[in-house]
């Protein structure tokens, strides 16, 4: 079972900007980094965002990710049929000690 | 170029054994921790422990613990996931990905390509 809560879909046209929340608690959003994971149709997740708003070289600017509280949210701005996908949220849990995912969002575009 | 190179797809029956590999190459190995992660059909991915290849402290998931063994083979650059007795609820894919540090944050930003499980009599 996950601790960190995500809608399980989000849609937009092309050219739409589509926000994914990813929702935790003190013990992991709230006392740690937030990264996310971007996992096309049969192929291996990749990192998207790290350290809650970091992007590795290469991920296009249109996305962004940010972090309040207990709460995180990716952003894909600009939407294109490519980014049609499964995103994942996911960060380090002190209580379980452990590191958690969130539930997944499937973004579809229009 | 950082790379995680696993073995190919299994198929097994209940109770069997099996080991999967994931091999690191492109970066030195006993430098960071190597995570498992499982998808099961249609699921989400699901955090099942993490290994540090230089001194082979391991961590798992607490739902799994004592279901899987976790190891590594410093030499031969290789991470390995192991169960004794596997069961058909273990059918799934299986990813391992290298946890690299930034600034004092860690994340995985590098993703072997995954290993399909299938248990069925």
């Known amino acids: 079972q996950s601790v960190l809560t995500q809608p399980p879909s989000a849609s937009g046209t092309p050219g739409q900007r589509v926000t994914i929340s990813c929702s935790g608690s003190t013990s992991n959003i709230g006392s740690n980094v937030v990264s996310w994971y971007q996992q096309l149709p049969g192929t291996a997740p990749k990192l998207l965002i790290y350290?809650?708003?970091q992007r590795p070289s290469g991920v296009p600017d249109r996305l962004s990710g940010s972090k309040s509280g207990t709460s995180a949210s990716l952003a894909i701005s600009g939407l294109q049929s490519e980014d049609e996908s499964d995103y994942y949220c996911?960060?380090?849990?002190?209580?379980?000690?452990?590191?958690?995912f969130g539930t997944g969002t499937k973004v579809t575009v229009l | 170029e950082v790379q995680l190179v696993q073995s190919g797809a299994e198929v097994k029956k209940p109770g069997e054994s099996l080991k999967i590999s994931c091999k690191g190459s492109g970066y030195d190995f006993t430098k960071n921790w190597i995570g498992w992660v499982r998808q099961m059909p249609g699921k989400g991915l699901e955090w099942m422990g993490i290994?540090?290849?230089?001194?082979?402290?391991?961590r798992f998931s607490p739902s799994l613990q004592g279901q899987v063994t976790i190891s590594a083979d410093k030499s031969g650059q290789t991470a390995y996931l192991q169960w004794s007795s596997l069961k058909a609820s273990d059918t799934a894919m299986y990813y391992c990905?290298?946890?690299?540090?930034?600034?004092?944050?860690?994340?995985?930003?590098?993703w072997g390509q995954g290993t399909l499980v299938t248990v069925s009599s």
């Open positions: 996911g960060a380090w849990d002190d209580s379980l000690n452990a590191f958690v």
């Open positions: 990905a290298r946890l690299g540090c930034s600034g004092g944050t860690c994340y995985y930003d590098y």
């Open positions: 350290t809650n708003d």
């Open positions: 290994i540090y290849p230089g001194d082979f402290e391991t």
